[in-house]
């Protein structure tokens, strides 16, 4: 099946400071994406920006699909000009996916800022398991999806480094306090994390230390997004692994930090 | 209307004149989806080493306007690897598979250019010099006159399949790199390989790729890469194969007209992973409103 395919914005709503809501009509049946699935979308046809950009699939409508996005520069900045009825060119669902618990799974789920975009829909998709999500921003303008994840009967441990809304401090701390405190959760639980590098890092760390499983999905520049270019490389136990292909995902044990 | 998109390049016959870029197409089958590979004029695949090698540490590859740099350092799965479990998909289809390759050293590329001259399936080699050369310091192959000589005139003894020469743009003088190649024997060149690049972070104070500099592709390099192709036009007479930032027909037109006998698109495949097909059916639209049969016509036409 060909994944290039054109869409048609059908919202694209400032939702905080910064911080968009995406929705997509694409103009063909597309591969329904998994959570850890993404997408590469040309914000526009211009020379400058001038690569795809990519974007987490934040929620799959049946048929549409959302994107949740941060401006952090030039081509985020045009996508959030973007309005409805505009034309986008996309390629997707791409990427591996967060493996599937078992229903009897114990699950924590660890989200930090943009990271709640995938770590949402895999919240949505393991409802069964009863999982824990942790969920940390700098400050409480940052948090997202707050009320759809209430609405889902998700109720986050939340902590922000400015102590505006939450626990006071990183998420890997609090996590760290969770587990040191309740010896029942270092047990059969499995992490699933999407966040910035030192957060990632840090739970590395953790994971290490009270031999807990999980998945984490990772960033890296890309330009092709489809396994061809080599560009979007993250060093791992086994040597150089591609992002776009053999990722986003990655076991937590298996990447090597530098 | 009856017209003519073929190419001849050497020995070898492309159906049509749109090939894609080494490093930007994998080995085919990523593509595969997105474009028929029977309706390309050629594939060229990634960059193959006698050994597998790792690259260059990440970050590998940074947008800059109307570009990107890119400092993959040449990983590869190495030869062996290619014929065992890339090869037999491309087999299936009818066009050309030019293997790209390079060495550390002269004896590398004669050994490299050997193994694949005995295996089946493959059409042409294309030649990239633009690495550097183990024993002689680390210079680049593709930048000293006298070395490139003796590389491609030592890969030429060894195959007699069709052989690219894929230039290295970071040179004074690139027409006589052109002869150079010539006269050593290559069959055609491929003009060109990335400029040298760097951008830096200015929040950090760092460079933006790990590697410090990469290679320039993409648009931004598209009018110097069109004067080299029309230097190297009036110097040789080999066919040129035109590359760097063709995203668009028109763009492949400027290439044919300043020398070119085929083009290959690499960047562009990013942009739009159904570009070869748009642009041949650009071609083919430019040439029937022109009233051009033959696309030969076209080559070096440009009115100076
Ligand atoms: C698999 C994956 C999923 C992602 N999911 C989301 C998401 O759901 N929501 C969201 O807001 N962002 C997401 N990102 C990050 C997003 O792609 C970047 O923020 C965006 O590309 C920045 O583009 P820009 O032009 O605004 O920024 P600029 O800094 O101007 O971009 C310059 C170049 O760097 C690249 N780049 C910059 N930051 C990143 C980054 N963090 N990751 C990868 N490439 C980067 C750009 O693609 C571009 O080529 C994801 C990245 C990856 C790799
Ligand atoms: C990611 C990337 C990888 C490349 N790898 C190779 C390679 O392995 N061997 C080679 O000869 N050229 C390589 N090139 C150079 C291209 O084949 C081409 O010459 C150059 O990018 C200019 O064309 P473009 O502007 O259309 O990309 C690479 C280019 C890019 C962008
Ligand atoms: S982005 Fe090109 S290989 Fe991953």
């Known amino acids: 099946m060909n994944r290039l395919f054109k869409a048609t914005v059908t919202d694209n709503k400032q939702i905080k400071k910064d911080h968009y809501l995406l929705t997509l009509h694409p103009f063909k049946k597309i591969n329904r994406p998994e959570p850890g699935n993404f997408f590469m979308l040309s914000v526009d046809s211009s020379l400058d920006p001038l690569l795809k950009r990519p974007f987490s699939m934040h929620r799959w409508l049946g048929f549409d699909f959302q994107i949740l996005y941060r401006v952090a520069g030039k081509g985020t900045g045009i996508l959030s000009k973007r309005r409805p009825g505009d034309l986008l060119d996309v390629v997707g669902p791409l990427g591996n996916k967060f493996p599937v618990a078992k229903t009897h799974d114990k699950i924590i789920l660890i989200a930090g800022g943009l990271g709640i975009a995938p770590i949402f829909s895999l919240a949505e998709k393991l409802k069964k398991n009863k999982h824990l999500l942790f969920y940390g921003a700098m400050t409480k303008e940052e948090l997202l999806c707050i009320d759809e994840l209430k609405s889902l009967g998700i109720e986050p441990v939340i902590a922000t480094d400015d102590g505006t809304l939450g626990y006071k401090g990183v998420i890997t701390d609090i996590l760290k306090k969770f587990l040191t405190q309740n010896s029942k959760l270092k047990t059969q639980n499995y992490l699933y994390a999407c966040g910035p590098k030192p957060m990632l890092m840090a739970l590395s760390l953790l994971a290490r230390k009270y031999d807990l499983k999980g998945y984490m999905a990772l960033e890296q520049n890309m330009a092709c997004g489809l396994g061809t270019c080599l560009g979007c490389v993250v060093n791992t136990v086994d040597g150089y692994k591609r992002v776009c292909k053999e990722g986003p995902v990655f076991r937590i044990e298996e990447i090597v930090w530098e | ?304």
């Open chain 2, 1 to 304: 209307m009856g017209m003519n998109l073929s190419v001849d390049l050497g020995k070898l016959k492309l159906q049509n004149p749109v090939m894609t870029a080494s490093g930007t197409f994998g080995y085919g089958k990523e593509y595969s989806e997105f474009v028929d590979l029977n309706k390309l004029g050629a594939i060229v695949v990634k960059g193959l080493s006698l050994k597998p090698r790792q690259g260059n540490p990440p970050p590998r590859i940074v947008e800059t306007p109307a570009g990107m740099l890119n400092a993959i350092g040449l990983q590869n799965i190495g030869i062996d690897n290619f014929i065992k479990k890339k090869l037999p998909f491309l087999k299936q289809f009818h066009i050309p598979v030019i293997v790209n390759f390079f060495g550390d050293s002269i004896s590398e590329y004669i050994k490299a250019a050997g193994k694949l001259n005995e295996t089946k399936g493959i059409h042409a080699l294309e030649m990239n010099i633009s690495c550097p050369n183990k024993q002689e310091g680390w210079s680049i192959f593709g930048t000293d006159p006298k070395v490139t000589f003796k590389v491609v005139s030592e890969v030429r003894k060894v195959t007699d399949l069709t052989l690219i020469v894929k230039l290295s743009p970071n040179v004074t003088d690139i027409s006589l790199m052109a002869k150079t190649a010539e006269d050593a024997g290559a069959d055609a060149i491929s003009v060109i390989n990335t400029l040298t690049g760097m951008a830096i972070d200015i929040k950090t104070g760092k460079p933006k790729l790990a590697n410090i500099t990469g290679g320039l592709s993409g648009p931004a390099i598209k009018p110097v890469a069109v004067r080299m192709v029309w230097e190297c036009y009036k110097t040789v007479r080999i066919p040129i194969i035109g590359m760097g930032g063709i995203i668009s027909a028109e763009d492949a037109i400027e290439f044919f007209l300043a020398g070119a006998s085929a083009i290959a698109v690499g960047t562009g495949n990013f942009i739009n992973p159904e570009a070869t097909m748009d642009i041949l059916e650009g071609i083919k639209s430019y040439m029937s409103a022109k009233g051009v049969k033959s696309l030969k016509k076209l080559t070096g036409a440009v009115r100076c």
